[in-house]
């Protein structure tokens, strides 16, 4: 009869003699998941930031900035502004933590507990939002509960763009009026002119002095060089619009053919040009006249420099993207700069620089940049300037296509 080996060890269920390997093998089974259990898993974490993206997408029609966050602050979904402004993409703000891009990031993370503990449906205060390789820039914030679960709306209204909007308001408002103005002026002016210039010519044919004949011409000159003047402020709203396709650094070269033809020595013109832009619908002549009336004022800024030999004249075209000016936003914008490296403009003058007969130099007519806001704001779009000494910035966005 074959022989029976019998283990010495007993068969104990609560016997503690375990294996290492059977150990190892325990320690590594996956227990069951309870029901309405959050998987705790890099998988599970990218499926729930999938499905939230999903539900937030109207975000991105929206011009603020919008972030939809835990209440430890891991950011569920960014909108395209959000990108915009932070300059990176939305699947590397996805997972981070909101409050680090900011410069006080403790005002944000006791904000998202509050609002995670309802201690308050809507939160708002002012902070500093980080952004990469800039300035970091104010923003107004505003903390939101929502009806799920540990999910929470921020959004964030860059202070900044408050700012602009207001000022474009006052721009747009501005120049309205003063178009009225010049209308009304120039015709108050103009009819009593044409009076004045023929009782000066019916009092030169009857005087027969020489000297006294001097002064009619003097009346004379003087009242054709006010007519000239109102001509000129009447310009813009006799002649008609004609828009053809425009291609702006067509405009550009040809603006820049003038000024290198009146300051040959002495001024360097730069251009950087984005030759991705898209032609569009516009009145050519009327743009060149615009870009040439602001070149034109920088040239004779920069005539100490002209004349040192170190002035520069830059002419930078870009597409701005999602932009909001005129109280409309468009998808794309021309975004045209004309810099020269002057003393800048005044400030006594620098708010009224669109100003009808409102001028930096001695002998300025003030004209030209009131003709320059009034053709671009006949293509739907808007000038404005950043000036420091050093350095001027004439910025022109009209809508793209």
């Not at 003047?229 to 004609?242: G, M, S």
């Not at 830059?314 to 810099?339: N, W």
Request: proline share 6%; hydrophobic share 40%; aromatic share 4%.
């Amino acid at each position: 009869m074959p022989s029976v080996c019998k283990s010495s060890r007993p068969a104990s269920l609560g016997l503690r003699a375990t294996s290492p390997a059977f150990a190892a093998n325990s320690a590594a089974r996956p227990r069951p998941v309870r029901q309405n259990e959050r998987l705790n898993t890099p998988l599970s974490s990218s499926i729930s930031t999938s499905l939230a993206s999903s539900r937030f997408q109207s975000f991105d029609l929206l011009a603020t900035l919008v972030a939809v966050v835990r209440s430890d602050g891991t950011v569920l979904f960014a909108n395209s502004a959000l990108e915009d402004a932070l300059g990176s993409s939305r699947r590397t703000i996805e997972g981070s933590v909101l409050p680090d891009s900011f410069t006080e990031p403790q005002a944000l993370h006791r904000a998202l507990e509050g609002a995670g503990g309802n201690q308050f449906a809507a939160l708002r205060y002012d902070a500093w939002l980080k952004r990469l390789n800039h300035e970091p820039f104010p923003v107004h914030v505003i903390v939101t509960q929502t009806d799920m679960p540990d999910e929470i709306v921020v959004e964030l209204l860059p202070l900044e763009l408050q700012a602009r909007q207001e000022r474009e308001e006052r721009l747009v408002d501005q120049a309205q009026a003063n178009k009225e103005l010049i209308r009304n002026l120039a015709h108050e002016i103009k009819n009593p002119l044409g009076g004045i210039r023929g009782a000066a010519q019916l009092l030169e044919m009857e005087v027969e002095s020489r000297d006294l004949k001097e002064y009619t011409q003097v009346i004379i000159h003087e009242a054709d060089r006010l007519q000239t003047l109102v001509d000129r402020l009447l310009a813009p709203h006799r002649r008609p619009h004609l828009v053809g396709d425009v291609n702006i650094h067509e405009v550009c070269e040809r603006v820049r053919a003038l000024i290198v033809a009146e300051f040959p020595k002495g001024l360097k013109v730069v251009r950087d040009y984005d030759t991705s832009i898209p032609e569009f619908r516009g009145d050519r002549e009327q743009l060149i006249q615009t870009v040439l009336n602001v070149a034109h004022n920088a040239c004779q800024a920069l005539v100490e420099r002209i004349t040192l030999g170190d002035a520069c004249l830059t002419f930078r075209t870009r597409i701005a993207r999602q932009i909001t000016f005129g109280k409309q936003r468009y998808k794309l914008a021309l975004e045209l700069h004309v810099m020269d490296n002057g003393p800048g403009i005044p400030d006594s003058i620098k708010d009224r620089i669109f100003y009808p007969l409102v001028s930096g130099r001695e002998g300025g007519s003030g004209l030209g940049l009131t003709l320059a806001q009034t053709f671009v704001q006949q293509h739907h779009g808007l000038i404005e300037v950043e000036s420091v000494p050093g350095r001027t910035d004439f910025t022109i966005l009209i809508p793209l296509p």
